[in-house]
């Protein structure tokens, strides 16, 4: 069983930037690809980015591209998430996820991921 534990959102100002950090259990976190998903009132939880096992390989939606910034410390079992330029409409719950499985292609989808955090709220303000 893998425990994810995902910390660092705020209330933030549009512009701003913040850093989201995930907290993984286990022995086996350096096997996994770990990805960032987000969720709005009202709308589907959506794939945001994900890092492979090795660090090599990361995926990004086109909505966060170029102002997100996944990154992993598997020393440390964390995975982070960069926010930068943020903008009203990235507000949301965020939630990282892991992929059990030294995967290096790209998993956007949730039946994709084996293990859920619980989730830290972003909320931007305009």
């Given at each position: 069983q893998v425990?994810?534990?995902?910390?660092?959102?705020?209330?933030?100002q549009a512009g701003g930037s913040l850093r989201l950090s995930c907290a993984a259990s286990g022995r086996t976190f350096s096997s996994y690809a770990m990805g960032w998903f987000r969720q709005a009132p009202g709308k589907e939880r959506e794939f945001v980015a994900q890092i492979s096992w090795?660090?090599?390989?990361?995926?990004?939606?086109?909505?966060?591209?170029?102002?997100?910034?996944?990154?992993?410390?598997?020393?440390?079992?964390?995975?982070y998430l960069q926010l930068n330029s943020l903008k009203p409409e990235d507000t949301a719950v965020y939630y990282c996820a892991a992929h059990?499985?030294?995967g290096s292609a790209w998993y956007s989808r949730r039946d994709e991921y084996d293990y859920w955090g619980q989730g830290t709220q972003v909320t931007v303000s305009s």
């Amino acid at each position: 069983q893998v425990q994810l534990v995902e910390s660092g959102g705020a209330l933030v100002q549009a512009g701003g930037s913040l850093r989201l950090s995930c907290a993984a259990s286990g022995r086996t976190f350096s096997s996994y690809a770990m990805g960032w998903f987000r969720q709005a009132p009202g709308k589907e939880r959506e794939f945001v980015a994900q890092i492979s096992w090795s660090g090599g390989n990361t995926y990004y939606a086109d909505s966060v591209k170029g102002r997100f910034t996944i990154s992993r410390d598997n020393a440390k079992n964390t995975v982070y998430l960069q926010l930068n330029s943020l903008k009203p409409e990235d507000t949301a719950v965020y939630y990282c996820a892991a992929h059990v499985g030294y995967g290096s292609a790209w998993y956007s989808r949730r039946d994709e991921y084996d293990y859920w955090g619980q989730g830290t709220q972003v909320t931007v303000s305009s």
